[in-house]
């Protein structure tokens, strides 16, 4: 008997996914709970399991949309399960990951190319090792194979005629209503650059964040106000104890967790700050769910530490850091990613000196940490006098709708305070 692979519901309000990578591939035996695919929600990437041992018949293609339910294979488990056969899972069939090629029988089967470009090569007869590719390691992709099939065979140029003024190159007769036949005309400044051009489309994920992102910009009234801190106390703090800190907690002290406590000692003072909005009404929250903003090659996603003002440093330093280990592996789940109440984001390790951090709707307030650099500041032990600190700009993004700018001045200022005499944040001062 066959068992149908389906599509689970990556969450509420989630209907419509697109297929990501095979981790095995049609033919191959799979163990019951294996992972065979992922698949990209406008939220979260998933992976799903195999529902039984047996041959997996892989129905659908990588970047396929479909609704959630809907079938993408099924498992042969009245197949016979070949002698020696490994359950470990071999590498993604992708157009960026390659498999390995099939021994003999081709002139290229050596070849490096993805799985997309082997197969369209062998229905379009076009030798692979004859195809130059683009693809990362000089791989053959799936374009490089359309380019060639479409292309004409070169004709060896003769060796004792000279080479004649370009003239215009006529159409081949294969060559698809619409598209025009590459003219290489030769010129004084011409280089060995290339001037092709790529579309890939869009995942579900960036999709989705670009909606947000717009929808933030067009329904709120945006403000920013900015600050400085003096990180000299914090940074000596953290260079006192990050060692033992380490040794008790099993994890490293960073700036994260000073400034997630310094927003929750802020949200304690001014609590419209962690308000949202709800049609004419103002929905306060007794809780303080913060979003720490995590970059990833998929995108910038928001896993939201929940009751934050439970947590201590170690809690906070050791939830962060499993965030960004599993956000950048595409393990978070949509629930870690939904809510919030207030968020902040730390484009300083990425080098950046000053932003203007965006909403995250229907959160009313962000805070943007950025790069610490040393400069000259007046001295706050000898006024008067200049010394090097090493200071850090604050940016902090609200809705004018609700948080005026008297509230946002005074919570970016609390913040600063917290930060710079770090042991405000133990005393509640």
């Known amino acids: 008997m066959t068992v149908d692979i389906t599509i689970p519901s990556p969450g509420e309000s989630i209907s419509e996914v697109t297929i990501g990578s095979w981790m095995r591939q049609s033919g191959d035996w799979v163990e019951k709970d294996e992972i065979l695919l992922e698949i990209e929600s406008d939220k979260a990437t998933l992976e799903i399991t195999s ?61 490096k190319a ?41 004709e060896p140029a003769p060796t004792s005629a000279p080479v004649s003024e370009p003239a215009a ?14 003219v290489v005309i030769p010129t004084s400044n011409s280089t060995s650059g290339t001037r092709e051009v790529r579309r890939i489309r869009m995942t579900k994920l960036r999709q989705r964040i670009a909606e947000r992102l717009v929808e ?38 960073g700036f994260m967790s000073f400034f997630v406590k310094a927003a929750i000692h802020a949200l304690r003072s001014q609590p419209i700050v962690n308000a949202s909005i709800h049609g004419d009404e103002i929905e306060y929250h007794d809780y303080m769910d913060v979003g720490v903003a995590v970059g ?28 960004a280990i599993r956000a950048r592996a595409g393990k978070l789940s949509v629930e870690e990613m939904t809510g919030g109440t207030f968020t902040v984001s730390n484009g300083g390790v990425y080098g950046s000196m000053m932003s203007t951090p965006i909403l995250n709707p229907p959160q009313t307030g962000i805070l943007g940490m950025h790069a610490i650099k040393k400069r000259a500041v007046e001295n706050p032990d000898d006024p008067g ?44 001062l």
């Open 216 to 253: 933030s910009q067009r329904t709120a009234a945006t403000l920013t106000t900015f600050n400085e801190v003096d990180m000299t106390r914090s940074m000596a703090l953290r260079k006192q104890y990050k060692d033992a800190f380490a040794e008790k907690y099993g994890v490293g002290l």
């Open 296 to 323: 990833t090659d998929k995108g910038l996603v928001v896993p939201v530490l929940r009751n934050a003002e439970a947590m201590s440093f170690a809690e906070i330093e050791a939830r962060i850091k499993d965030f």
């Open 169 to 182: 190159a006529a159409a081949s007769p294969d060559t698809p209503a619409g598209e025009a036949t590459p």
């Open 114 to 154: 993805t799985p997309v470009a082997k197969k369209l090569a062998a229905e379009n007869g076009v030798d692979l090792s004859g195809v130059k590719g683009t693809g990362p390691s000089g791989r053959v992709t799936k374009a490089d194979v359309m380019a060639a099939s479409s292309s004409p065979a070169p």
């Open 51 to 111: 529902p039984a041992a047996g041959v997996l018949n892989a129905g659908r293609d990588t970047g396929e949309e479909l609704e959630v339910g809907a079938i993408v294979g099924s498992i042969d488990t009245e197949a016979a399960k070949p002698a020696g056969e490994a359950a470990a899972p071999a590498a993604p069939a992708t157009e960026e990951s390659p498999v390995p090629a099939p021994a003999g029988g081709s002139e290229s089967s050596d070849v």
């Open 385 to 428: 006098s200049i010394v090097l600190r090493p200071m850090m700009y604050i940016a902090m993004s609200y809705d004018h709708r609700i948080i005026d700018g008297t509230e946002a001045v005074t919570f970016l200022k609390t913040i600063k305070e917290a930060v710079e005499s770090p042991e405000r944040i133990l005393l509640d």
